[in-house]
């Protein structure tokens, strides 16, 4: 099997102010580590035969994750375009929108619309390039979406579209 992959779409540039934040806040601390972990490594090579080094290995392995994701925060940081300007018709939703669907059961969820570099399902913060906010973007209150998830399709009522933070 060969090692080709097809292209990736790429990702909405789009980020919450919060997000951003959070974002540049992750890149400082990534380069305060990286010094720490840079004269860790020297410390350990600083020790003799490196190859048997477990120290100086594990260094070198985690210099190379922190290199890793400081290059993507740095090309990805300038591509990014903050969205903190509320829409004109707040009964749709777009995205940074808080918005609670009641699924066939009674049961509500709340979900927030958010880039693609902030999601967090612990929060239930979801992308906008995910096929719930796809399916959600531009429809209104009252309104029924239909979802393809990976257990089946599921039916959706949106029962509420905020801008401001819920009181949890």
């Excluded at 806040?25 to 490594?41: D, M, P």
């Excluded at 399916?135 to 393809?148: F, N, P, Q, S």
Aim: glycine share 4%.
């Amino acid at each position: 099997m060969g090692r080709y992959r097809p292209p990736v779409a790429p990702a909405s540039p789009y980020v919450t102010p919060e997000g951003f934040f959070r974002l540049q806040e992750e890149n400082a601390e990534l380069w305060r580590r990286r010094r720490v972990t840079a004269q860790a490594l020297a410390d350990a090579a600083a020790e003799g035969d490196r190859s048997e080094n477990a120290e100086y290995i594990y260094r070198k392995k985690e210099l190379r994750e922190i290199d890793r994701r400081i290059r993507y925060l740095q090309k990805r940081l300038p591509e990014l375009r903050v969205v903190d300007s509320r829409p004109d018709d707040e009964e749709r939703v777009y995205f940074g929108a808080w918005v609670t669907l009641e699924d066939v059961d009674g049961r509500e969820r709340r979900y927030r619309i958010v880039g693609t570099d902030e999601f967090d399902p612990g929060t239930h913060w979801i992308s906008v390039d995910s096929p719930l906010a796809r399916a959600l973007l531009t429809r209104r209150v009252d309104e029924e979406i239909t979802v393809d998830t990976p257990s089946g399709r599921t039916h959706y009522l949106i029962a509420e579209v905020r801008y401001d933070a819920p009181d949890e």
